[in-house]
């Protein structure tokens, strides 16, 4: 992975894809071969032959990566043929989302990187022409993707990608691309081939959510207080009973704390709006120049004022008693940084 930033200050990273036809390569072979490609950031194998168990046959030597299998098939000698492979380094495996395998896709796995949708496909000889055609045209799609990239083997030749003869599969397949406007970049035969996904990696600001504040001071009213107090009860009473329905069924499957926390705290939020009111809340958003240190001496003054508008009879009483006075305020100079 690369990025670069351009002049608008926005950085562009560049994903390098090599797809290869592993051929069933033993898996403890994998690491040497994959040296051989170290610019690579995503590798998708076809024809990996993987297979659920052992764990040796399962997966590839490779802590340092995320594997994503589509195991093979065996045939009627209970060989495993077939099978795709995705694998992803862990230092960006953020920027990729693997879309779950539903159970009718027998030959493809699909991944989203930012606006990319890839679909990874082995469609093996062993199947029709229309079953092939039929994987293309009912792969997944995803709402936040603007382009469509199918790599893998299609076991389809034709003069038309450069081959010397052309197969029924490779003129169905024609077809198929000039129905949705999809062009081939390049065609090998069982040789790596990479491929580079460039995209603006443009990070949102995020802010805290804000705070949930009430009229408090409306507590002080016995009806508003009495009122608030019967609400809750209401409103409570479901997860009352679900709470003691719980504990008389301790041994079945234990229950999410999260949601049970969520929904406890949405009733006593809604119980704080009907009866004392919501305030809004006033989100400032910092200056640049704005430090830790800075927040410390603004929390350090305000404590200080408060000390100073203590009431005139609990001052003269702690005078009397020999109390100390309030501790003055003492700035710190505190280089800041400076303007971006």
Known sequence: M????????????????????ANGINPQLLPSSLALLPDTDI??????????????????PLPNWTQ????????PQHQCHQGISILIPKSVATYITVLPVLQHQQH???????????HCLYLPTSISDDNAINTLTSLP????????IFCGDFNARSTAFSDSRTTTRGTRLLQWMHHFDVICLNQSPHKAVSIELSFLDIKPETHPPP??????????????????????EIF???????????????????????????????????????????????????????TPKLQ???????????QLKLPKQYKNERRKRGGNSPTPLRHNLTTLPSAP
Not at 43 to 60: D, F, N, R, V
Not at 108 to 118: E, G, H
Not at 259 to 282: H, M
Request: charged letters at 15%; a positive charge.
């Open 108 to 118: 493809s796995i699909s991944f989203k990187i930012n606006q990319y949708l890839v």
């Open 236 to 290: 409570l009473q479901p997860l009352q009973q679900q709470l003691q329905q719980i504990l008389r069924n301790y041994n079945s499957t234990p229950p999410y704390i999260q949601a049970l926390t969520t929904n406890s705290n949405q009733q006593l939020y809604t119980a704080l709006d009907l009866t004392i009111g919501a305030r809004s809340s006033i989100n400032k958003k910092k200056s640049w120049f704005w």
């Open 68 to 75: 994503h299998h589509l195991y093979g098939q065996f045939d």
């Open 211 to 232: 705070r949930n504040i009430w009229n408090l001071s409306r507590l002080k009213e016995p009806d508003t207080l009495t009122l608030l107090h019967n609400t809750l």
């Open 43 to 60: 590798l998708i194998l076809t024809e990996t032959w993987l297979q659920p168990s052992p764990p040796s046959k399962a997966s590839y």
């Open 2 to 21: 690369k990025n670069q930033q351009n002049q608008q200050k926005q950085i562009i990273t560049t994903f390098n894809l090599t797809i290869w036809n």
């Open 296 to 306: 410390q001496l603004v929390e350090q003054r305000e404590r200080i004022h408060k």
């Open 141 to 148: 799609t995803h709402p936040e993707t603007t382009h469509n």
